[in-house]
C-alpha cells in the first residue's frame, strides 16, 4: 500500500496518512481485519519520519479505525456503529464546510450532487 503525501501541503503529514487510510477503508480498498505495515515500514514506503507514522495510526487508533497488537500487528478495525461524539463532530465540520460553500455561492443543488457523486464511491 503506497499513499501519496504533499509535502508542499499546509496540510500535516501525519493527518495526510490518516485521511488516505480512512479513504482506504470506507472504499473498501482497504478490508476489515487486512494488516497495515508496520510504524517502520510505512515510514520506509513513503520517505517519512517513523515518529510521523506513528502519530497517525495513534490517532487512527483512538478513532477506532484501526486495532493494535504487539503480536499480529496493526490491521484495519470492523467498520463501527454510530457514536454520539462522532455525529456531534461531524455535524460541526459539516457546518464549516457549508458555510464556506456558501460564501463561495456553491447552491444547494450542486453540493447535493457532489455528495450523491462521491458517496457512491463508499457504497459496498
Do not use: W
Amino acid at each position: 500500500m503506497l499513499l501519496e503525501i504533499d509535502t508542499q501541503s499546509q496540510m500535516p503529514i501525519y493527518q495526510q496518512i490518516c485521511n488516505q487510510l480512512i479513504l482506504g477503508i470506507a472504499t473498501n480498498k482497504l478490508k476489515p481485519g487486512e494488516i497495515l505495515p508496520s510504524v517502520r515500514q510505512m515510514a520506509d514506503e513513503i520517505g517519512v519520519n517513523m515518529m510521523t507514522v506513528s502519530k497517525a495510526y495513534t490517532s487512527l487508533k483512538n478513532d477506532g479505525y484501526i486495532l493494535t497488537d504487539r503480536r499480529n500487528g496493526t490491521k484495519v478495525a470492523e467498520k463501527q456503529p454510530l457514536d454520539p461524539p462522532f455525529y456531534t463532530r461531524f455535524l460541526k465540520e459539516l457546518e464549516l464546510l457549508l458555510a464556506e460553500a456558501s460564501i463561495h455561492q456553491l447552491s444547494e443543488k450542486k453540493i447535493q450532487a457532489e455528495i450523491q457523486q462521491i458517496y457512491q464511491k463508499f457504497e459496498q
